[in-house]
């Protein structure tokens, strides 16, 4: 069936690092993409999507891109903050439901 | 503005109890509702989610149940907790999900003894 496969952590850099944390999905169709972000002590909320193929997300200066050829849609920030530090989920949606990956824990260290 | 409520936010339940779990939204109509498990290791699981009164889909066969009797209301039920149930509950509602996101509720925790 469908489902969203992404990099297992936690994974732990220094700030002012690159991030790139992967995901790849499996589906039929062509689903939308989502990265969500948990803080600690926060519910999970939209870090940035892409409804199409070759769509950017971005926010917060992080960007995404939508791979159809790889079915990829890897997480990357040029420049991590100690604020970045938090859990971050993959997910894809297509009819009706939204599917989520494990979830990947991010560590930035001062 | 769109708010969602989910409660109790922390249950503590004998094996055997039965369980209910309560959500609903407010400031919009005709929301896609849904149920997730959040595990550890496991991330968010979909359990079930309905695009209408009346219309539930179940992701996961389980020992659980969901119903919606209203538009904006959404319930999560169980006749006979397991131990396996313990977990961290949400609740999450969106408008439409190729182009929109999800909004999820304060969670609620079980715990089953």
């Known amino acids: 069936g469908d489902s969203v496969t992404q990099m297992e952590g936690p994974v732990t850099l220094s700030e002012e690092a690159f991030l790139t944390i992967n995901c790849t999905y499996t589906?039929?169709?062509?689903?939308?993409l989502f990265w969500y972000v948990q803080y600690p002590g926060e519910g999970l909320q939209l870090l940035l999507k892409a409804t199409k193929a070759d769509d950017k997300g971005s926010n917060k200066g992080f960007e995404a891109t939508y791979r159809k050829e790889t079915t990829s849609f890897h997480l990357e920030k040029g420049s991590v903050q100690v604020s970045d530090s938090a859990v971050y989920f993959c997910a894809r949606g297509r009819d009706d439901k939204i599917i989520f990956g494990k979830g990947t824990r991010l560590h930035i260290l001062p | 503005s769109q708010t969602i409520h989910q409660w109790p936010a922390t249950l503590v339940q004998p094996v055997g109890s039965p369980l209910s779990l309560e959500c609903t939204v407010e400031?919009?109509?005709?929301?896609?509702l849904y149920w997730y498990r959040q595990a550890a290791g496991r991330g968010l699981q979909l359990l079930f989610y309905?695009?209408?009164?009346?219309?539930i889909s179940s992701e996961v066969p389980q020992n659980l149940s969901a119903s919606r009797p209203q538009d904006r209301q959404f319930i999560l039920s169980s006749k006979k907790l397991l131990l396996s149930d313990s977990g961290f509950y949400l609740c999450?509602?969106?408008?439409?999900?190729?182009?929109?996101?999800?909004?999820f509720g304060e969670g609620s925790r079980l715990t089953v003894l």
């Open positions: 309905s695009v209408g009164i009346g219309q």
């Open positions: 400031g919009t109509s005709n929301p896609n």
């Open positions: 589906a039929t169709g062509y689903p939308s």
């Open positions: 999450a509602w969106s408008v439409a999900v190729n182009t929109g996101e999800l909004f």
